[in-house]
């Protein structure tokens, strides 16, 4: 009965419960871009985001934007707490001379960026592999008319991994988890330095004091999501298409290098920036939220438990 009030006093539980609530709102606002982002990613005609939302509203209604949304809301709080939590002990432990009154220096911040995402994609990669099946689902089954006999129509996340599983064993559930690290190591890299750089440029003093009003964490979250996008989005398209990749297609690719190669012969270099557009508008959407909702909650959490807001480091 007294298990949430001792969870929510030490700081862990409450960047637990502000991570969680953060990653919530992130998957809520965003997903629907993220859903036209990974159909962009793996059409060979290149259509635009506009002419794909369109079609598929038109088709399938409103909702199909949501298939697959599953997987990463359920994941999304333990998920976020771990990213929250290791970041923030990977960018005081890289700089050791640092008070623990002052925030992370930019080396710190980098480095501990760079390591969090190495060992969030852990978590990460089996959740997006599950979605991304989901997600192009209705697209393997325009695609598998002519075989119906091979066609295998999904009811969940459960049902896709335990299909996978089922097919190619348990190393299919971790298929893309080397690109995917290879794509969120330097992208929370890029992105926490970002974070905290925009932070202080559009509120000088805040990382000290904690005190940046909610349109600085919505635009610096923001920035931060765009510029952990840009610089690995060729990553990302390789991903999507190694994980879009299903047992009952032939297999098309061939590994990371395979799989750009290819995909540069058929499409030109321009493929591997399809579906930037959508993909940055969301990022900027869902980091904006993510970040706000991270430190309101966390605040709000500090003030329940001690009677005033704190001045605690967000991150």
Not at 156 to 172: F, N, Q, T, Y
Not at 218 to 243: I, N
Request: hydrophobic letters at 40%.
């Amino acid at each position: 009965m007294d298990f949430w009030p001792e969870f929510l006093a030490n700081s862990w539980g409450r960047e637990f419960v502000a991570g969680g609530i953060g990653g919530m709102a992130g998957v809520v606002s965003g997903y629907p871009l993220d859903t036209l982002r990974v159909w962009q990613q793996s059409s060979p005609s290149g259509s635009s985001a506009f002419s794909i939302l369109r079609n598929v509203v038109s088709a399938q209604g409103p909702t199909a934007l949501y298939r697959g949304m599953a997987a990463p809301l359920a994941s999304v709080t333990f998920q976020n707490a771990m990213v929250f939590q290791i970041y923030a002990i990977l960018s005081r432990a890289f700089d050791s001379s640092l008070s623990p009154k002052d925030p992370p220096s930019c080396k710190g911040v980098a480095l501990g960026g760079f390591g969090t995402g190495a060992i969030q994609s852990l978590i990460l990669s089996p959740v997006e592999l599950i979605k991304i099946r989901l997600q192009l689902q209705t697209n393997d089954q325009s695609h598998a008319k002519s075989k119906p006999h091979k066609l295998q129509s999904h009811k969940g996340p459960v049902d896709v991994a335990k299909s996978i599983v089922k097919a190619e064993g348990l190393r299919g559930i971790y298929r893309g988890l080397t690109i995917t690290v290879l794509r969120d190591a330097p992208s929370h890299c890029f992105y926490f330095w970002t974070y905290e750089y925009m932070r202080e440029k559009l509120h000088p003093g805040c990382r000290s004091t904690g005190q940046e009003s909610l349109q600085t964490m919505l635009m610096a979250g923001g920035l931060a999501g765009v510029a952990s996008w840009v610089c690995c989005y060729p990553l990302d398209v390789v991903k999507t298409r190694l994980q879009a990749e299903t047992s009952y297609r032939p297999q098309k690719y061939y590994g990371i290098v395979d799989c750009f190669r290819k995909s540069v012969k058929e499409d030109g270099y321009g493929v591997l920036w399809r579906g930037l557009g959508t993909a940055v508008a969301r990022a900027f959407l869902v980091n904006g939220a993510i970040f706000a909702a991270y430190e309101v909650a966390l605040r709000c959490l500090i003030s329940n438990g001690s009677g005033t807001i704190q001045t605690e480091s967000a991150i």
